[in-house]
């Protein structure tokens, strides 16, 4: 055994050709430390382990303080405090008590929220994964594969978006020309053509409804253009007869199933033109 007191113990190992260099274990106010002192490139702390004399590396601090675990390179210089490498498939394990949370925080401030200001959690109680950013979830993702957006509770589909006040969801394309179209996309495996709305790639392009071919199309002026038969109790919907009136004009009976078009006055109904039941 060694053993070195004093009021603050130290071992230093000196490399006699390199001056200025060496490498010293010490003691102080109970702390152990482990220092390396020599020319900026080199002052590495290098781990190596091994069997039979040949011995590998295995992880290395360098001389600015960055961790290097599986190899002698550092990661990109945004994040190159830790950097794991593996000639095969690597990563990092969390292992924490089933009716906890494992966690990745992201901090700028040593107290207070801003300590998770944003933060990646596994709830293992409750199976699920949550996203938060400013330190309030946003985003969580529960144990049958739903995702809620603003919602943690309560998830009632595959996808829930909600929020305390208006809400909407954007879809768009950023280029311009053919095929430049934004869609919501409806399809079944049971369904042998999709279902979807798609805005044109123009100005005029509208909207458009598919069911396997296109179907029907809300023009930029607000026309109606159906393709099919559109049928109601009162035939096609495509062919309604029309009634231009120019001044205030009174609805008869005659007029069931026609579109009445007024560009002036009025519109009154005679006696008697509605039953019960109407």
């Known amino acids: 055994d060694l053993t070195i ?24 106010n109970q702390d152990m430390y482990f220092s390396a002192n020599g ?13 039979a004399g040949t011995f590998l590396e295995r992880m290395r601090i360098d001389a600015s303080g960055r961790v290097l675990i599986g190899t002698t390179t550092e990661g990109q210089t945004s994040a190159d405090n830790l950097t794991i490498a593996d000639t095969a498939s690597a990563g990092i394990t969390l292992r924490s008590g089933t009716a906890n949370s494992g966690h990745l925080f992201f901090s700028d401030a040593t107290t207070g929220v801003a300590e998770y200001d944003g933060y990646v959690l596994f709830n293992h109680d409750d199976q699920y994964m949550a996203f938060g950013t400013v330190a309030i979830e946003r985003l969580r993702i529960d144990a049958s594969g739903n995702m809620g957006l603003g919602t943690g509770a309560n998830i ?12 909407s ?16 996309r409806l399809k079944s495996a049971d369904s042998s053509s999709d279902w ?20 029907m199309r809300i023009t930029s002026g607000g026309d109606v253009e159906c393709a099919g038969a559109i049928d109601d109790s009162k035939g096609d919907v495509r062919n309604i007869p029309q009634n231009t009136q120019t001044g205030a004009y009174t609805i008869v009976a005659a ?12 519109v009154t109904f005679a006696a008697n033109l509605f039953i019960a039941g109407d």
């Open 169 to 184: 969801l954007l879809v768009e394309c950023s280029t311009s020309g053919s095929g430049s179209n934004s869609a919501l």
């Open 5 to 28: 007191m004093s009021a603050t113990p130290a071992l230093m190992l000196r490399d006699s050709d390199q001056g200025g260099s060496y490498t010293q274990v010490s003691n102080a």
């Open 196 to 215: 979807y709305i798609q805005t044109g790639n123009a100005v005029s392009g509208g909207i458009r409804f598919y069911a396997g071919s296109e179907r």
């Open 156 to 167: 009632d589909e595959k996808v829930h978006f909600e929020n305390a006040g208006n809400i």
């Open 255 to 266: 007029d069931a199933g026609k579109h009445i078009n007024i560009s002036t006055g009025g």
């Open 39 to 51: 020319a900026a490139a080199h002052a590495k702390f290098i781990f190596r382990s091994g069997n």
